[in-house]
């Protein structure tokens, strides 16, 4: 079942997306036309990791939510309360990992 799960990903993240073009020397991704070479794959690379950062980030701020809601339910169980607050720390833990990769990915010049 893992395999299998795995296969599809593989699929569907990296060969659906790239469909070669013909007629010039652009490929065709979801992202859009992205030129050959050097500076099609530092787009590539900034446009897939925008968009994964982009999922991540709108789950880790989901966590946060959910996260505040558990605690404010919990009604002074402390297992509840230990719970929400692993819950808020992995959160902000994702986050500050994303900023801080969208700051290198920056430095390195993968943005335009």
Known sequence: MKKLFYKTLFFFL?????????ANDDIE?????IPRGEEGLKT???????WVAGIIGTLS???????????????????????AK???????AALLIIIFSWALF???GVFK
């Open 29 to 33: 991704t979801v992202f859009g036309l």
């Open 14 to 22: 990296i060969m659906l997306p790239l469909k070669v073009l013909a």
């Open 44 to 50: 590539f690379i900034g446009e897939v990791f925008a």
């Open 61 to 83: 701020m989901l966590g946060l939510i959910y996260a505040g809601y558990t605690y404010i339910t919990s009604q002074g169980n402390p297992d509840y309360i230990g719970k």
């Open 86 to 92: 692993d819950i808020m720390w992995t959160s902000i």
């Open 106 to 108: 920056d430095l390195l």
